[in-house]
């Protein structure tokens, strides 16, 4: 096999098939590198094309009438629709996974000249039966519709007599199917000249390198290759790793960190190239997908999230309003709704009026285009969305290039017709999704680093290349059979990686072709994976070991040119009012930093939606019940007849937070009903086992004043007791009840404390009262006063715990209002989650632990 050069002439009728369409862009930069390397601006090149698109074209340029070759989408389509409408489809979650076995299956049989039609299934091999009638179906319907797959085309090719001779380069396709080589043959009798070249071979240095974890793994591999690049700068730099798409974000943080070397180009981007994204992730595009969604029966609240703070859509002075209710709806019932019933049997439409009436009439009218339609083939949806998005006064793609791919996309969609028919809107929109999930070609870089997933995929004309992911359990790859077809038909015909003795062969040739093709290759492992300890490869023996040691010296002192001090110390509390009532102080006793970002910059996480009613609102419908309950303020001899009050007081606060979603939510309202009842009358029960007792307020507000500063409190109850002294109630629904943190050097639960301490009259007792399955009073009171024994108040007596206590919340009140910022370690995770972008918590830890390296 001869080598084809980078400075080599070809004739004009040559063609060059390489394998797949990443190996024909590497090999058009590796043909075109004499020329970059001279500086010309303009040089011809043979063209270079998959072998996939090289017959198809072959099939269809012929002016005689033959089938029309199906696409990859159409094809799969079919599969999956004949999966999906036979027995054994209806017995499968989904039909996806087993229709794309079933394609690879017919490809792998077509390839290797298997006649299904002599073989049969045993009786022990149902996968392999099921499969057989999926493919008589399958070619059945090619038949019928005048179709064939693109696996088909190289047999049909073979017996052609008519296809004008020419000239075919070969390159690096070793390892040829026995249907490709049948075809070659045959081509060659009819006069063609076929050559088979690969790329100049070299001799590469082999290194080894274990890393503490992936992480450590990928962005050493990372500093590796961009120190070469700074010292080659026309260097092309391969770099492979596995699950590629899970780690794309990983990938680009670290290229995002500045290079480690001291030089004129240390600020210099390298080029980046890691195959192109799906159309999908485009923000605008899926905002769009998100909105085509609404009109489908299973959109739910999520989906109508989305759209409300998009801002691709409608009128841009609406969004901070959409936002606003979106917000809002998210701590609502609402959000339990599919948002068609929301939007039919509830006030949202009148919501959406309100909050946003430009959006709100965009989205009846964008619904009115496609709610009519039950069913309906792809293009005739892919038009009714272009009407709805149009009616949404959609913002469109992000630049040309994405709305050719967006209008190509539809058009791929349409053409679904013939094969799918009439559809539903969900499944329309799933295929519309599938259509998008393709990478578009993205040009390959000429210099810089090409990140690829497997070792197979590089190709000629890169200087060095670093292989990730080089575990004893990941190399050499698994044996990866077929699971439709039986294996010892894949062992008798000796197809790809269906035996372990083969995949040890081909994972062994495919990492010396490797060797071959650049001058330096690095292998590298991480020492853990997850939880467990990780061993190399058996291949990397005798490999010598990369000093990874300068590379991560060069980073650190980077990282420490790099960091900056910057002292910017939080403004005090204008005025004296401090907002948040209680629980700025429960979080300034938890973490500083967190309380100065909910009540100081007023940012707060959004609220959670989960299924059915959270602890929030379940809090909010029993505080509002034993408020209806206890407004008469009743005494403790007045609570027996408070029992048959508890039903009523319970329908009314569960309506208040229903609204017009308890008719679509009745079975969620009943079990909610049902829970607070038993609670309540469980509750009210206990109640009367107290000493005597009268309620003296329910839901009171009071401002107190502390440390020259006023915070407005809820008190859930006071009670005045027998001697006429006063107790704090504070309810509890969580399952959760403690008061240990009141009595902490830093007490993280203020709101009874507050008032206890601050209180003008004599307060004697303070209760939490857990209103739950389980219900009991945890606390501090005289003797006799609850039914249960009182908290112990270690050295302190009752008074002086009061006063320790208005100290301690003095203190609070005067860190907040200082503009206190710390962080305590023991309670980061206060700081984590959706605030660590605001804190940069996880920066301040890695200093904090003397850990600097990678910020």
Not at 370 to 381: G, L
Not at 418 to 441: H, S, T, V, W, Y
Not at 554 to 565: C, G, I, P
Not at 683 to 706: D, G, H
Request: proline content about 6%; overall charge neutral.
């Amino acid at each position: 096999m001869s080598s084809t050069g980078a400075e080599e002439a070809f004739d004009e009728r040559t063609t060059i098939v390489v394998a797949g369409g990443l190996a024909a862009r590497q090999w058009e930069l590796h043909l075109s590198a004499g020329a970059i390397a001279s500086g010309r601006r303009a040089w011809v090149t043979p063209p270079v094309v998959a072998y996939g698109n090289w017959i198809e074209r072959l099939w269809q340029s012929s002016a005689e009438p033959r089938p029309s070759p199906l696409g990859t989408a159409q094809a799969f389509a079919l599969w999956r629709r004949i999966v999906a409408d036979s027995a054994e489809g209806a017995q499968l979650l989904g039909e996806r996974g087993a229709a794309r076995w079933a394609a690879e299956a017919f490809e792998l049989c077509c390839d290797w000249d298997v006649d299904l039609d002599r073989e049969s299934a045993r009786a022990n091999e149902s996968d392999f039966r099921a499969f057989l009638g999926w493919r008589r179906r399958y070619l059945a319907t090619l038949g019928k519709n005048d179709w064939i797959d693109r696996a088909q085309i190289a047999g049909v090719l073979a017996d052609i007599d008519s296809l004008p001779p020419q000239h075919l380069i070969l390159a690096d396709l070793d390892d040829p199917t026995p249907r490709q080589r049948a075809l070659f043959a045959r081509l060659e009798e009819r006069g063609w000249r076929i050559e088979r070249r690969s790329a100049p071979e070299s001799s590469a240095v082999r290194r080894r390198a274990s890393l503490a974890d992936a992480r450590d793994e990928l962005r050493m591999a990372v500093a590796w290759a961009r120190r070469r690049i700074a010292a080659a700068p026309a260097a092309r730099i391969a770099l492979i790793v596995p699950a590629l798409d899970e780690r794309r974000a990983e990938l680009e943080r670290a290229l995002e960190e500045p290079l480690a070397v001291a030089s004129a180009r240390e600020d210099a981007a390298v080029p980046l190239w890691y195959g192109g994204r799906g159309l999908a992730e485009s923000p605008r595009v899926g905002a769009a997908l998100d909105a085509l969604s609404l009109g489908t029966e299973s959109a739910g609240f999520e989906t109508l999230s989305r759209w409300l703070r998009s801002p691709f859509f409608a009128e841009p002075g609406e969004q901070s309003a959409r936002a606003a209710l979106e917000r809002e709806l998210r701590r609502d019932v609402l959000a339990q709704l599919p948002f068609s019933v929301a939007y039919r049997e509830t006030e949202l439409p009148a919501l959406l009026r309100g909050a946003a009436p430009r959006a709100a009439a965009c989205l009846a009218a964008a619904l009115r285009e496609t709610q009519r339609i039950e069913r309906t083939t792809p293009s005739s949806w892919a038009l009714a969305w272009q009407h709805a998005l149009a009616r949404l006064e959609w913002s469109g793609a992000s630049d040309l290039d994405d709305s050719l791919r967006w209008q190509a996309a539809l058009d791929a969609f349409s053409r679904l017709t013939p094969i799918l028919g009439e559809i539903g809107q969900g499944d329309a929109l799933a295929e519309l999704r599938r259509a998008l999930e393709p990478p578009a070609p993205a040009p390959l870089p000429v210099r810089g680093i090409h990140v690829l997933e497997r070792v197979a995929d590089v190709g000629p004309g890169y200087d060095a290349a670093w292989l990730t992911g080089f575990t004893d359990q990941a190399w050499p790859e698994p044996a990866r059979s077929n699971p439709l077809l039986p294996r010892a038909l894949q062992r008798r015909h000796d197809m790809p990686w269906s035996t372990p003795q083969d995949a040890r062969q081909r994972a062994s040739r495919s990492l010396e072709q490797l060797c071959r093709r650049v001058t330096t290759v690095v292998a590298s492992w991480p020492a853990r994976v997850y939880d467990f300890e990780a061993e190399p490869s058996p291949v990397l023996h005798d490999w010598r070991d990369l000093d990874t040691a300068e590379i991560a010296l060069a980073e650190r002192r980077a990282a420490a040119r790099r960091r900056e001090t910057v002292a910017d110390r939080a403004p005090a509390v204008p005025g004296t009012q401090l907002h948040g009532g209680a629980r700025v102080l429960n979080l300034q006793a938890r973490c500083p930093l967190r309380s100065f970002c909910e009540y100081r910059l007023d940012a707060r996480p959004l609220d959670r939606v989960v299924i059915g009613v959270n602890g929030r609102l379940r809090g909010m419908a029993t505080h509002r019940a034993l408020e209806l309950l206890l407004a008469d303020l009743p005494a403790r001899d007045q609570f027996a007849a408070k029992l048959r009050e508890v039903g009523a007081a319970a329908g009314r606060a569960l309506g208040e937070l229903f609204g017009e979603a308890r008719g679509p939510l009745r079975a969620l309202f009943a079990l909610e009903a049902e829970r607070l009842e038993s609670a309540l009358a469980r509750f009210i029960a206990l109640e009367q086992s107290r000493a005597p007792f009268r309620v003296a307020a329910v839901e009171r507000k009071v401002r107190i004043a502390v440390a020259g500063f006023e915070l407005q409190v809820r008190i859930d109850r006071i009670d005045e007791l027998g001697d006429g002294s006063l107790a704090i109630l504070d309810y509890k629904t969580s399952e959760r009840v403690t008061t240990k943190d009141w009595f902490r050097d830093r007490p993280r639960d203020v709101q009874v404390p507050l008032y206890a301490s601050h209180a003008a009259e004599r307060v004697s007792a303070a209760a939490i009262a857990a209103v739950t399955a389980d219900t009991e009073y945890r606390g501090f009171w005289p003797d006799g006063a609850f039914p249960d024994k009182p908290a112990r108040l270690s050295e302190y007596d009752w008074p002086a715990q009061l006063v320790r206590w208005r100290s301690q919340i003095e203190a609070l009140v005067r860190e907040h209002a200082a503009g206190d910022t710390r962080v305590f370690l023991d309670d980061c995770e206060e700081a984590q989650g959706a605030y660590a972008p605001l804190t940069r918590i996880d920066e301040q830890l890695a200093l904090a632990r003397g850990s600097l390296e990678g910020w």
